[in-house]
């Protein structure tokens, strides 16, 4: 499985981005998608994961504002961001892994197949 993360770009406070994953295969339907980032001198953080099932599963420091979906026609994922602010501000990775278990979704190195990153810069 190849990913392509795109979408990111420098947005005012409050703001509102939706990146994209695309990814290649034909096992997409059978993969689990996560979104996480990393700002600069910090750890990888999880922030929302969509299961193979489709339920849904977000970071407490973006529920309400963001949202996970996939599009199994096209084979790509989306998160769209709302209310940003600028600890949002962080290069964001689309990750997948075919058999990741439910209580392992938060954990980066879990999942098997990783994006290149697009930079999310949020001004005050």
């Known amino acids: 499985v190849q990913l392509q993360a795109s979408g990111g770009g420098l947005v005012p406070a409050g703001g509102s981005l939706r990146l994209s994953c695309a990814a290649s295969g034909r096992t997409f339907s059978r993969q689990t998608f996560g979104w996480f980032r990393q700002a600069p001198g910090k750890e990888r953080e999880f922030v929302a994961a969509?299961?193979?099932?489709?339920?849904?599963h977000y970071a407490d420091a973006v529920k309400g504002r963001f949202t996970i979906s996939r599009d199994i026609a096209k084979t790509t994922v989306y998160l769209v961001m709302n209310s940003l602010t600028p600890e949002d501000t962080a290069i964001y990775y689309c990750a997948a892994d075919p058999s990741i278990i439910l209580s392992s979704i938060r954990v980066s190195c879990q999942y098997e197949y990783w994006g290149q990153g697009t930079q999310v810069t949020v001004s005050s």
């Open positions: 969509i299961r193979y099932s489709g339920s849904t």
